[in-house]
């Protein structure tokens, strides 16, 4: 390894994390990898917001008719939830924190192409994040997270337009992160980093930014329109003034249905890292997986009236969403199998960014399944608005992707702080979590065939047996989440120094210090192949 | 040459194609920001042609010499386009002294186009079709039109009136948020203008002016179709 | 890299282009006072877009652009496309329900 700076005051190397240590140097840095951590911050925050709505809400759904809170507040409680953990964790997680650290450090350059506007995007996000916050708190919002109209736009007497504000303005934030991605994949790889010898994170990280930048606007453009119709009385969406609420829902979900894929692909691109990671062998199918990472992207924007099958659109378009839905889970079904590919005849061990991975493909293999059924038409006129549909979209968001994200920040830990997390409690965590989730939302699928419609705050009793497990499997999920927010924070202060490369991994990020200089690299490196396992040396493990 | 290039670059070009790329990838949000507005607006002609075919006329009618402001403001707009490809080819030239005036040509003509816009929603909001609730009150000729349209179209007329509304809705709104884009064109400009009076621009330093101008250009392409989707609709 | 930003198109280019732009805004009003039934939008749209291609090509430089650049801009469009034509295959498959049948009662009944 090239010579590091050593510092005598400090008396160890300098790092990004060590270089400067006033206020104003991590709030005005355009340091990529101290951005990212700005966002970790930010984005657990928010979870712990949203997290706290879903913890009121499963309380309420203990009994039948719980009188914990009223009709009006259960809905304000799940607007909440859904705008939160959307557009204010999911959305952001994964590309902001993992992606803004990781993507210079894997392509070997020394920060993105626009640093200043990263900066900006933390910012926006904040600015947004806080104004949002505030019209959800306040008073409230109780019109659910997808602002149909025209309940949204003439007759909820609550602060919708505050609340828009603050998602157009984050909108922006994620505008110019998968801008700033994008330029930065095309003109800065290192000398022979060419596109095949990428790492997969950084395939997924640059489909979501093709995503950010193309579906973000369509959002803003309607959400302004939503607010426009309050503000000024006329009529886009209304039907009493000549407006169309299905208009709404189109655009709505122009976005909202690509948005499912910002939320999923990075969290495959952690997968892909991690299964040949801990597999010791390289990605199976390594361009197969890369197309169908593309795939996904692109085929994701022609599914999105597969969320309105029952609002009103003519039978005609919908069949021809169920016939493109269909046609958008082979290639995520290609990248399972490619998983396990790789797996097969591997050197499996099973360190914790290992369980989250593997917890991942069985979840999402689950929920991508359950998606299918939803696709059917026939399916979908009795589930629809139903917990079936949160069954759903939970293992996927919460068994997909909130799991890719633990088992990143896990894998990364190490990079990132220069510290090791306690490998035995990091286990025991995700044990716990894979269990508190499955009780929480299995019971889910079985509620909404049973017939239960969601964002109720009250059902019959014939269901309670099964609310009551959710309920607890909710409380198990809440300590795996607990346990990492603990250990994590002590391992800053307590955690063994960790090396360059303490997971043995394949990769440019595992080449420098941990953690790494600010400029990243002592020497620009030059690329080889990835995931070259087979060629690595594994005898003193 | 430290200056010229920032240190997450390799060199000049890198950082140029960069610049480049970026705002293109910029000019795509853009498309897809007015493309939700297309969209709606294509839905509501498809369903409400004759309304909107009447409202369309009003706005087309707004003349001056005999041509419709819509026209003058395309012709104002694409001069514009003219000045800044002129200016583009001047930087890279390193004319500077001509660089400049090309600068403040496109300023005057941005303007211009803002001026137009303001006395057509001048002209708009006395004839009671500013769609606001309170303000939206259609005067005596054009309440008469509607009236023999929905004779004509076997149309309700309060159900025309709505769908009439609509048209003027989206009018306001799409080439609102276009004047808005204009505006920030102009301040771009205007700090173009500025650095260009200082000297900072030259053959090794033009991108910005190049990419600034692919900005106005894009802003000139939106009203290359705002222009018959609104003012057109036969 | 291949150097692709060197072209400097002369003077009488853009003058040219500029015409161009110009005719065509004129044949574009000149064709609105036309009734051609639904062949107006048609001529609209497409002078519309020959304008836009002028701009794009000879203004934007696209033309001595890189094949990046070209895939960029016409992704833009193309996605624009997607959101309009898919859209549509839900109004323009629209269709009311048969007089007399019971989707056409209810539906009465529902407005009243």
């Known amino acids: ?541 | 040459m430290s200056e010229l290039v920032a240190e997450q670059f390799d060199d000049l070009e890198q950082q140029t194609e960069a610049g480049t790329l970026g705002m293109w990838t910029f000019l795509a949000t853009e498309v897809l920001f007015f493309g939700g507005m297309i969209c709606g607006y294509t839905v509501y002609r498809h369903l409400y042609f004759p309304a909107w075919h009447n409202a369309s006329l009003i706005v087309d009618n707004f003349r001056f010499l005999g041509v419709s402001s819509g026209a003058w403001n395309t012709a104002v707009l694409l001069t514009s386009s003219l000045t800044v490809a002129l200016g583009v080819r001047a930087v890279k030239l390193g004319q500077n002294r001509l660089l400049g005036r090309l600068l403040a040509a496109t300023l005057i003509l941005g303007i211009a186009f803002l001026l137009i816009k303001a006395a057509e929603y001048t002209h708009e909001y006395h004839e009671g079709v500013m769609p606001c609730y309170g303000v939206f009150h259609p005067d005596a000729e054009i309440s008469a039109n509607l009236h023999r349209a929905a004779i004509g179209s076997q149309i309700s007329e309060t159900k025309l009136l709505r769908q009439f509304q609509l048209f003027w809705v989206f009018y306001f709104f799409m080439t609102g948020v276009h004047a808005v884009h204009m505006l920030v064109g102009v301040g771009l400009f205007t700090f173009l203008l500025i650095e260009t009076r200082r000297g900072r621009y030259t053959p090794q330093k033009h991108a910005p002016v190049e990419i600034m101008g692919l900005y106005w250009h894009f802003v000139d392409l939106v009203w290359i179709f705002l222009f018959p989707l609104l003012y057109l609709v036969r | 890299m291949p150097q692709t930003q060197h072209k400097i198109d002369g003077i009488p280019l853009y003058l040219l282009i500029y015409c161009l732009l110009m005719a065509l805004l004129v044949s574009t009003v000149i064709a609105a006072t036309f009734d051609m039934g639904r062949w107006n939008v048609v001529a609209a749209l497409t002078i519309a877009v020959l304008k836009a291609l002028l701009v794009i090509l000879f203004f934007m430089h696209i033309r001595h652009s890189s094949r990046l650049t070209w895939i960029f801009a016409a992704a833009a469009f193309l996605w624009l496309g997607l959101l309009l034509g898919l859209t549509m295959t839900d109004y323009t498959s629209r269709t009311s329900p048969a007089p007399n049948s019971n989707a056409q009662i209810s539906l009465t009944a529902a407005i009243r």
């Open chain 1, 1 to 541: 390894m090239a010579s590091i700076p050593y510092i005598p005051e400090y008396g160890v190397r300098e790092t990004y994390l060590n270089a400067k240590h006033s206020i104003a140097s991590w709030l005005l840095t355009r340091d990529h990898k101290r951005i990212a951590v700005l966002y970790m911050i930010s984005i657990t925050l928010f979870f712990a917001v949203g997290g706290s709505a879903a913890v009121i809400m499963r309380l309420q759904l203990l009994t039948p008719h719980s009188t914990l809170v009223e009709a009006e507040t259960y809905n304000k409680l799940f607007t909440l939830h859904g705008i939160v953990m959307v557009f204010f964790f999911l959305v952001p997680s994964i590309p902001t924190t993992l992606g803004n650290f990781l993507l210079p450090l894997m392509i070997g350059a020394r920060d993105l192409a626009f640093p200043r506007l990263n900066l900006a995007s933390w910012y926006l996000f904040i600015f947004g994040g806080s104004l949002t916050l505030t019209a959800l708190i306040l008073g409230g919002v109780d019109t659910g997270w997808t602002f149909y109209t025209p309940y949204s736009s003439t007759f909820s007497n609550t602060n919708v337009v505050v609340a828009i504000c603050g998602i157009f303005i984050a909108g922006f934030s994620s505008i110019f992160t998968g801008l700033n991605f994008i330029v930065t994949v095309h003109k800065m790889r290192c000398p022979g980093m060419t596109w095949f010898r990428l790492p997969m994170f950084i395939w997924t990280i640059y489909a979501t930014s093709i995503i950010f930048v193309l579906a973000t606007p369509v959002l803003a453009i309607t959400l302004t329109l939503v607010a426009l119709e309050r503000i000024l009385g006329v009529g886009i969406f209304d039907p009493a003034l000549g407006g169309d609420p299905i208009l709404f829902q189109h655009l709505f979900w122009f976005y909202s249905h690509p948005a499912v894929y910002i939320m999923i692909l990075p969290g495959m691109g952690v997968v892909s890292e991690l299964v040949p990671a801990f597999s010791r062998k390289q990605l199976f199918g390594y361009s197969f997986v890369a197309m169908a990472t593309l795939a996904i992207a692109i085929l994701g924007f022609l599914v999105w009236a597969h969320h309105m099958f029952v609002a009103g659109i003519s039978i005609y378009g919908g069949m021809v969403f169920s016939a493109l839905s269909f046609l958008v889970a082979i290639p995520s079904g290609v990248k399972v199998f490619n998983w396990t590919a790789t797996l097969y005849k591997g050197s499996i061990s099973l360190e914790t960014p290992m369980l989250y991975a593997l917890g991942f493909i069985g979840l999402f293999t689950i929920g991508g399944l359950t998606g299918l059924f939803l696709a059917t038409l026939g399916i979908d006129m009795h589930v629809h608005d139903t917990y079936f549909v949160i069954a759903h979209f939970h293992y996927i968001m919460v068994g997909g992707a909130v799991m890719a994200y633990m088992g990143g920040l896990h894998f990364w830990w190490p990079k990132i702080t220069g510290k090791l997390y306690p490998e035995g409690w990091g286990r025991i965590a995700a044990v716990i979590l894979f269990v508190g989730f499955n009780l929480t939302f299995f019971p889910q699928f079985i509620l909404g065939y049973l017939g239960m419609p969601r964002r109720y705050y009250a059902y019959a009793p014939e269901f309670q047996v099964y609310n009551v497990m959710s309920t607890a499997g909710a409380t198990i999920l809440a300590v795996g989440y607990l346990l990492p927010m603990c250990y994590l924070i002590w391992s800053l202060f307590r955690g063994k120094d960790a090396g360059p490369n303490p997971f043995k991994a394949a990769g440019l990020e595992w080449q420098t210090t941990s953690p790494p200089p600010p400029h990243n690299f002592d020497k620009t490196p030059t690329a080889g192949e990835p995931y070259n396992y087979h060629e690595m040396d594994f005898s003193d493990v």
